[in-house]
Every structure is written in structure tokens, then in C-alpha cells.
Nanobody, 118 residues
Framework: QVQLVESGGGLVQPGGSLKLSCAAS????????MGWYRQAPGKERELVAL???????KYADSVKGRFTISRDIAKNTMYLQMNSLKSEDTAVYYC????????????WGQGTQVTVSS
């Protein structure tokens, strides 16, 4: 099994920046990819960014050019650098790990609130 702990959320003004972290522990050898998802009130959870074990990345169109996903393999930690934040980025952000050899295949962190407001 995989345990995920997020940190770094908070309140920021429009145009500001935040950096989220997700520390993974447990059977991390089974992880195929990790990603950040978000869920705003009244909306479905959506993919924000993803990074594979090979280092390939994928972004939602709404965050391209503003957000950057990265990882520190030595620290078993994934990051999401968020710049030029907008009010529509307000949501609970969740860290995800996809480990296809396990049941369940998806593991989630507890979520961290990001609020963009003046």
C-alpha cells in the first residue's frame, strides 16, 4: 500500500504563487504515475497535472504555462508549483498515486485547500 501526505495549501491573492508537496511512503516501488487532482465546490474532481515514472508530464489545458509538476525521487516527494493563480483555481487539491499491481490501484492523499481570493 501507499500513503500520501500533502502540504502547502493556503490563501493567496490572484496572480500569486503556491507550491504544493506530496510525500509518498510505503510500497512506492509499485507506483506507475503520480498526479495532482482538484475538486471545486459543486464540481467533479479533475486532473490538474500528472508525472509518470519515466518523467513524462501532462497538464490540464486550464493550467498549462502556469503550473509545473515535478518530483524529487530521493525524497519520494512530488510537487506542484502554481503561478499566476486565478480565482477559478480555488479547490481542494489531492495527490494521487497510480499503482496498477495493487488493489486498489489508486491511492489518495487527504487533500489540501487552495483559495485564491483578494
Amino acid at each position: 500500500q501507499v500513503q500520501l501526505v500533502e502540504s502547502g495549501g493556503g490563501l493567496v491573492q490572484p496572480g500569486g504563487s503556491l507550491k504544493l508537496s506530496c510525500a509518498a511512503s510505503g510500497s512506492i516501488f509499485g507506483i506507475n504515475s503520480m498526479g495532482w487532482y482538484r475538486q471545486a465546490p459543486g464540481k467533479e474532481r479533475e486532473l490538474v497535472a500528472l508525472i509518470t515514472s519515466g518523467g513524462s508530464t501532462k497538464y490540464a489545458d486550464s493550467v498549462k504555462g502556469r503550473f509545473t509538476i515535478s518530483r524529487d525521487i530521493a525524497k519520494n516527494t512530488m510537487y506542484l508549483q502554481m503561478n499566476s493563480l486565478k480565482s477559478e483555481d480555488t479547490a481542494v487539491y489531492y495527490c494521487n498515486a497510480f499503482a496498477p499491481a495493487f488493489t486498489p490501484k489508486d491511492f489518495w492523499g487527504q487533500g489540501t485547500q487552495v483559495t485564491v481570493s483578494s
